[in-house]
């Protein structure tokens, strides 16, 4: 029996790992075999639509078949996909496909992995707990949602108590909510705990209230007791796979939990890690709020994905994926474009790799993942694994922003993850107010808004109000700004596009 | 490696068993070795609040461990209680306690054998769909409530689509609504996969509109693929439990699934199941319904718990024990008083014995059973082994009351179940309108009231309309009529008391 075996248990198809007990038997035992192992941030360009993928998950999987026939013990992370917008038939899995595949694709498209079901049941006694608080005058109003991981518009703005007290709410998607920021950015139970005190729950007499003032945390965190443990599956080509958090990357952070990354790390030398949608958005956040101000590793290299056609047809928005390339190779992490083939497209490869050299960037990788796996990967990943080899980007710690004014910071991640500079990041009317509003609430329970990690709230499709305008003219447009105090984040709402232009779902 | 074991995945803490494969390969292998076990059935005298417990799961638990102790190879099934209700505070686990325990109390009371989840989110997702329908005109309104685990006061009158269309829904808790029923009674998947189709989404034009007619059934399938398999743990003293479904015995059928029974009858020869509440409410819908409709198998024994206090010290509801003992008796199931003492209590066998020979009931067994577990029975147990060994009442094939006009069945219900005559069942203002309603709206979808199941729902702790007045004129009210076709089910309110006299849980 190995040491993670000790830490493992079966659960049907998948296995559970109790990360939160293996990485304090590594912090508590120093001489403990363990490895060191390199992140691999997989990324994308910016989709044309929210609901088109690109073909990272695919990726994901094949890079890690490929790897490990070439010799790696590479192993990926990836995010749970939300079972109730597969469930409602909204978009197709989010598996991968093919000969790119999990073993079990439907235990994480469906959700049967479990911990999302936790999640909105702890989310919702919270909730339940507040409004009891609001019938005892404890509570003026409720500032947190309920959530549901099964889609329905008509939930967005809802009643409770409906003929008595009346009381607005509203819904959100389970992968939105604040109780899963916590889950992801948490590295014991008794950090969760903390942090779930710390949710400010509503306000009363304008003053806020947070969660610790008045319910029992231990209801919360036995609730997400198995919740807290990444599971374990694979490829189709046997290569390990952990899932473990699943936060949208418009909305919320985008990415996996951390300490199923630092598992992995520890168990494997090259560690895949997928974030959602575009690099503006899940490789954004894990750059600047998981490293930055979480403690996660910068990665060693970055694979970013595009279609063929995603990337060149539209010449308006041609200038994102080279924009997304030169950025992260910029910040000293050795990236790699890789082309996802779809049927019919095989006679593109040599006008990719003309564009690829045109633009300056590394010998692109291009292959039909779904057609080929893998095999389609392992012959073109001689670059890949040097400068893998060779990358001391890993070692990088980037600064940490906290303290910077809030405006500060979004004008910075405009300017550097969007290509907007100061001058065209412009506040919308309500912006200052919902600033102001939000400090003042921070600052009632004794904290600083400056001091919360930014998650830009925006639409996967566009970085800009308008991304096909000409590069003088690009602007952002700030909307408004919410804070998870628990989570130690502040969202801000960004462009002046729908920030989840899905097509209706149900 | 048995052949249940080709059933069975661990599941962390507990192992889940595919029972309806299991079931099926029985079926087809009429040669293959398994046994023919025997049903006990643990019920109640009716409590005097619904949140104070006789100590049923307690009981059950002791008496398994009793009969292992005897050499009988004997399981207990028993419902998931509602992790809702637990982490909210309300009432304390329900899952035995003391010496009578089970190894993972909290998988049982925190909901972490995972089907109530999986229920929740298919009953929301077919609300969803619902939503749509009345987006798109298919429908006019909803008849399906929404579904939380989470228990909140607030939820049960609410509004969706806030601002705009406004619509009327309900939410209830997860244990009492109709897939939940469905899942309790159904034997395949393909008959889980009818059930849906054939429940009424709401009306069009004053017609019901099934969901068959506008949904892709498989999506609410795959959300229950594990939901449908039995959980299986074991108790302190070793053995073994099976926890599947979880409907209330109040507002619905209150016993575990069908399948989770059938296939321990299959692996031992004593199955122990412990229907919820009282022998008014639990009891009466495993003989009535499960038993009469669904092809359950009668009890071979019964064992009727009582605490000390419960069934003697008011005179005015002591006429309660008998009636529940005697009745059990007369439908030729060897009846077994238990009394579960609590501390300070053991001065009293004595008295509790003379009173049980007054009333001509058998050598009543009586133990502290937190105190002392399955050691407190194993020493009476002569006459209980005696007269299950005995017993041929699992032969009974008891007539269905299939096509028996409704009131009549609420009448022989109320008559056989809770002692009142034909005379003193009494519609209150607008049965008779509901009561149409209904059998309107049955008839719609070309099937017939008196056809479906009647599910008696009413107060836990009451039979009759006040079960404190003279025999001779207590009564029974009937309130209202709701049909659950899809399960087949037609709901009775019975009683001028609260269905739900639950304290304010949230």
């Known amino acids: 029996m190995t040491l993670i075996d000790r830490f493992t248990a079966d659960y049907g198809a998948v296995k559970k790992i109790d990360a939160f007990a293996f990485l304090k038997y590594l912090a508590d035992n120093p001489d403990a075999s363990r490895k060191h192992g390199k992140v691999v941030l997989v990324t994308a360009d910016t989709p044309l639509k929210a609901s088109r993928g690109e073909g990272k998950t695919t990726t994901t999987i094949a890079l890690i078949d490929a790897l490990r026939s070439r010799g790696v013990d590479a192993a990926a992370v990836l995010r749970q996909p939300s079972m109730g917008i597969t469930a409602a038939g909204s978009k197709g899995g989010a598996s991968g496909g093919g000969k790119a595949s999990l073993t079990h694709p439907e235990l994480v498209d469906w959700g049967l992995c479990g911990e999302m079901g936790a999640i909105a049941a702890a989310q919702n006694l919270l909730v339940s707990f507040a409004e009891k608080a609001v019938d005892e005058g404890r509570l003026d109003d409720i500032l947190v949602p309920r959530v549901s991981e099964v889609p329905s518009r008509s939930l967005r703005q809802i009643t409770v108590d409906r003929g008595k007290g009346n009381v607005p709410e509203r819904v959100v998607l389970t992968p939105t909510c604040e109780l899963m920021q916590i889950v992801v950015l948490s590295r014991s139970m008794d950090e969760i705990s903390s942090r779930v005190a710390a949710m400010i729950a509503g306000t009363k007499d304008g003053r806020p209230v947070v969660f610790g003032d008045f319910i029992d945390l231990w209801r919360i965190t036995t609730i997400l007791s198995d919740a807290v443990k990444p599971a374990q599956t694979s490829t189709l080509g046997g290569s390990p796979v952990y899932v473990h958090g699943g936060p949208f990357a418009n909305v919320s952070i985008g990415i996996p939990t951390l300490v199923s990354v630092e598992m992995a790390c520890a168990l494997h030398d090259v560690v895949v890690v997928e974030a959602g949608y575009g690099t503006d958005a899940g490789a954004q956040k894990w750059l600047d709020i998981a490293c930055r101000e979480y403690g996660a590793q910068w990665p060693s ?164 109000d308008d991304d096909s305008a000409p590069e003088d003219s690009r602007t952002v447009t700030l909307k408004k700004v919410e804070v998870h105090a628990g989570a130690g984040l502040v969202q801000v709402n960004l462009t002046t596009s729908l920030t989840t232009p899905m097509p209706k779902i149900v």
């Open 301 to 464: 290299a970055a694979v970013v994905v595009t279609r063929a056609t995603t990337w060149r047809d539209d010449p308006t928005l041609s200038w994102r994926y080279p924009f997304h390339v030169r950025r992260l190779e910029g910040l000293g992490v050795p990236t790699f474009p890789l082309v996802n083939l779809w049927s019919g497209e095989d006679d593109q490869i040599d006008s990719l790799r003309d564009a690829a050299r045109a633009l300056g960037f590394r010998e692109p990788v291009i292959g039909n993942l779904f057609r080929d796996g893998g095999d389609a990967l392992a012959p073109q990943l001689d670059g890949f694994m040097e400068a893998l080899e060779a990358s001391t980007a890993g070692d990088v710690h980037a600064d940490s922003h906290k303290g910077m004014p809030l405006v500060e910071d979004v004008t910075w991640v405009a300017g550097s993850a969007y290509g907007v500079p100061p001058e065209r990041v412009r506040p919308r009317e309500g912006f200052e107010e919902s600033l102001r509003a939000a400090a003042r609430l921070v600052e009632g329970v004794g904290r600083d808004i400056d001091d919360l990690a930014l998650v830009a709230v925006k639409s996967p499709a566009t970085m800009t």
